[in-house]
């Protein structure tokens, strides 16, 4: 196949002006990544020089086939690792011709909330922990785990290396050098508790941003897996029994939290949560039942609990935070298939702007 | 195989002025892409500098064995992604000795209609839709899909990355790529709503170049696929049942109806196009009824209907189009096995020069 990859590896800049930009938004289930690429005549750096574009809406459950066509508006460019030279990426969302936010554009919402002065001045960080599990392509069974068995039980994996241990880890390694070449602010990757499942983590990143930078590093990795012949799953608990589910801890601060007595703004921050816990468990993923049971280090779904360095607590805050009197906490509720674009605004809304009655 | 991807990749720009000519035809089916190669004494980049040559006719199903020669007339040059350096591919259509275009050179025809004056000033654009399917090999089964049996419904493929919704997406980069690469005017690519099914579009392209630039897309990808491998079909309906087809849509727009005003021209083109919908059909495409059946995002064969974002028409016009009163339209008739240069210079033709 070389002549292949040397055609899949052409550098264009050096024979045209001409740049490939893949379109990328959200389908119809909410966590279905799509996209599509189209020829622009010269580079590109600023998401308001793209063109909107549209697609077939009744193809991803987003529109009926009498009207079909459905807006994408570019937000946030980042360079494209698999084409490389002046090609992108490019986050959109989703709207009607007449210029509304479809109803499973969850983007809009949360950008209003962000632009909002109160949570403007706040500057909320996110570091949002991504974990996920790789399975095997046909039987959807996970990665390096025998056909029709089970391995040996969790204890040796996390964070190891070793062919018994470790399975996927090209992958994992690709996809961090990838997301950096691409701009995206990936910060850490880790093996964890249960064999085949992996963590990568982005931020800090600055209100959207954290949205925008998640859902490009999840096509990121599903662009990656297909090139391994292997299944990207977001499930929150892809194995039942002994075996830790997947989440999508959210780290968080404000400017306030991170100033001289931030400790007391993140301790009545956490009053807040703790009041709408019910709204935000609602939010925070399809399926976290079966993966918040009070169990491998999660919170039951039903409680409410916080605590110093405490993992079994549905919101933990670390050391360092409570040594220095301020710093950030961690929101350790929401699943692996949670939306970003929710989960964070819906945390900034809740303590900056929501005032309990 | 290392030492043969060596002298595969040779420069050889670095050792000769020498070039390679691969001169490229369609053969006696209509579909049939065929192609030979040549060594020239320096550079070219006009086609009217490259020489006619022929080919042994009674190969291909287009001349008697007792008088096979068919003549090649070269009539557009584009880079070659295979070879590179200065080596080129060259678009040519097929003569008699005696030089009248054989039966199926529909170029030809093509070419008279894009010089009639009426059509010149009216300047038609095209953008063509190219959807096919990749097969594997010897079992002709969708690439990606179990052999002897079926992938999950429709639903999560079109657009889609991952292990299990996107097949074959090195063959569709690639081609992108060397499209580029080669001088081809491609707009765009994506994954379709069948498994194993992919789009790529060339244009907006001016005249005659929209036919032979798609034609040389095609033979880059049928090139491509041979070295991956696979085996590339433009079959309208490849997999019965509840499965999509493979069609060709031609968007197409011209001077009058890109200016001020414009959507009273498209509404009045489209009306002469449903007059004629029983001719444009016969030509649109083989096996197009089983393709055309009114589900999965067709109209059926014998209905001319069109409609603003309506996929389910035969003829669809875009919102943007509705709203700034001009732009262009989309003929979604033709079948993935169109010939563009008979589709693009009928479509001027009834447009422009047909009178009801």
Redesign the interface.
């Given at each position: 196949?070389?002549?292949?990859t040397?055609?899949?590896n052409?550098n264009?800049s050096d024979?045209?002006d001409?740049i490939?930009a893949e379109y990328i938004w959200i389908?119809g289930s909410g966590m279905?990544?799509?996209?599509?690429?189209?020829?622009l005549p010269g580079p590109v750096t600023d998401p308001s020089k793209l063109p909107k574009w549209?697609?077939?809406g009744?193809?991803?459950?987003q529109a009926p086939?009498?009207?079909?066509?459905v807006i994408l508006y570019p937000q946030a460019i980042f360079k494209d690792p698999?084409?490389r030279g002046n090609n992108i990426l490019v986050m959109c969302d989703c709207y009607t011709?007449a210029g509304d936010p479809i109803p499973t554009n969850k983007r809009y919402n949360a950008a209003k909330i962000f632009s909002h002065p109160d949570v403007a001045a706040e500057v909320p960080w996110y570091g949002i922990e991504q974990e996920y599990t790789l399975l095997q392509?046909?039987v959807k069974w996970p990665l390096g785990w025998p056909l029709g068995g089970y391995p040996g039980p969790q204890g040796p994996y996390y964070c190891s290396a070793g062919a018994d241990k470790s399975f996927g880890r090209d992958i994992v390694d690709s996809h961090y050098k990838a997301c950096l070449y691409a701009g995206i602010n990936i910060s850490g990757i880790n093996g964890e508790v249960m064999p085949g499942q992996w963590e990568f983590q982005v931020g800090p990143a600055v209100g959207i941003s954290a949205g925008d930078e998640l859902w490009v590093a999840r096509?990121i990795l599903?662009?990656i897996?297909?090139i391994?012949?292997?299944?990207?799953s977001f499930d929150p608990k892809p194995i039942e029994g002994d075996w830790n589910g997947a989440g999508a801890h959210t780290n968080y601060s404000t400017k306030s939290m991170r100033d001289d007595g931030g400790y007391e703004v993140i301790k009545k921050a956490i009053e807040k949560l703790g009041l709408r816990h019910k709204e935000h468990i609602a939010a925070y993923g399809e399926g976290n039942e079966r993966r918040l049971t009070g169990r491998h280090e999660t919170a039951d779904i039903n409680t409410f609990l916080w605590g110093v360095a405490n993992r079994g607590a549905s919101i933990r805050v670390g050391r360092d935070t409570e040594k220095n009197g301020k710093g950030y906490f961690e929101d350790r509720r929401p699943a692996s298939n949670m939306d970003p674009y929710v989960v964070t605004s819906m945390i900034a809304e809740t303590t900056i702007l929501w005032k309990p009655t």
């Open positions: 196949m070389a002549l292949l040397d055609l899949l052409l264009l024979h045209t001409k490939i389908g279905d990544i799509r996209s599509k690429a189209r020829t549209n697609y077939d009744s193809s991803t459950g086939g009498e009207d079909s066509e698999f084409r011709p392509k046909d096509y599903e662009r897996t297909e391994a012949g292997v299944v990207l």
